[in-house]
């Protein structure tokens, strides 16, 4: 088995029910009325669609720099339970550690539609795919963004009374090209960068001791497939902890700080805070 792909097969495995009732209630057998409701995460991508509004704000650490992230993470609407659509407008800050100045501006946006074939209220399980694109909204110089780019998804959840199991996996591919890089010796011509290809996979654990309040566990994982990385061809890791709390009605608030677990890491750590509104 593809090592890159392995987490979210088992995230799958873990998610998606069996047996003949699933099939059963696929056809219109057991639905109840009820609603397919999974707990919200914080870098997984949910497996339901909703209408909400989102704000996030994130602190990201590496060796070099530190960026202060934050945006409307989430604006979206759905029209249907089993179809949606969302917009992210990323802001950014980086502050380089050198003697580089500070600069700041929107990154690059991104429209996803989200379709949900299996949608199973009897057995709290949703699968869902989908296409994610990204515009080259962000200043490439000032290493905002600058890339336009293509990623189908797919998203599984299932829940579990009061535990719950989501995950997703991305492939993005990127449809421009970055800016031709300087030859290292004289005489010798720029080189053409290569288009960047990207696996990213997640899987959430969430547990509800008591109403309004969740204990959140992710994983995430990034590879780099092809492109002028350095982490190229390394599986990034990282564990991902977190608190969500429901203050009011339709309103939610949730914190978690990403950790990587490997050597290969593109930061030390990713504090990550998101306000959401559901409507």
Not at 100 to 129: C, H, N, R, W
Not at 185 to 208: C, D, F, H, M, W
Not at 214 to 233: A, C, H, R, Y
Request: glycine share 12%; aromatic share 8%; hydrophobic share 40%.
């Amino acid at each position: 088995m593809n090592a890159r792909a392995s987490l979210f097969v088992v995230g799958l495995a873990l998610v998606i029910p069996g047996g003949p009732s699933s099939a059963i209630a696929a056809e219109g057998g057991e639905t109840g009325g009820e609603e397919v409701s999974l707990p919200p995460t914080l870098i997984t991508e949910g497996a339901t669609p909703a209408t909400e509004a989102e704000g996030t704000f994130t602190l990201t650490r590496s060796q070099t720099e530190r960026t202060y992230g934050f945006g409307f993470s989430s604006l979206q609407y759905a029209p249907v339970p089993s179809f949606g659509v969302k917009l992210a407008i990323p802001f950014a800050v980086r502050d380089p550690r050198d003697s580089e100045p500070t600069v700041g501006g929107i990154g690059d946006v991104s429209v996803m539609a989200k379709y949900v074939p299996l949608l199973l209220p009897a057995q709290q399980f949703a699968l869902s795919g989908g296409v994610k694109l990204t515009f080259p909204t962000g200043s490439e110089r000032r290493e905002l963004g600058g890339m336009l780019a293509v990623a189908p998804f797919l998203a599984a959840g299932k829940g579990l009374g009061p535990f719950s199991l989501q995950a997703d996996v991305f492939y993005s591919w990127q449809l421009n090209r970055g800016p031709m890089i300087p030859a290292e010796e004289e005489g010798e011509e720029p080189i053409r960068p290569e288009k960047e290809q990207q696996l990213v996979a997640n899987l959430t654990a969430t547990y509800s001791p008591v109403e309004r309040l969740g204990l959140i566990l992710e994983l995430n994982s990034v590879t780099m497939t092809q492109g002028e990385d350095p982490l190229k061809e390394r599986v990034q890791l990282y564990l991902t902890p977190g608190m969500s709390v429901e203050p009011a009605k339709g309103w939610n608030v949730r914190a978690g700080i990403q950790l990587p677990i490997t050597s290969a890491k593109e930061f030390d750590y990713n504090l990550i805070v998101i306000l959401t509104k559901g409507f």
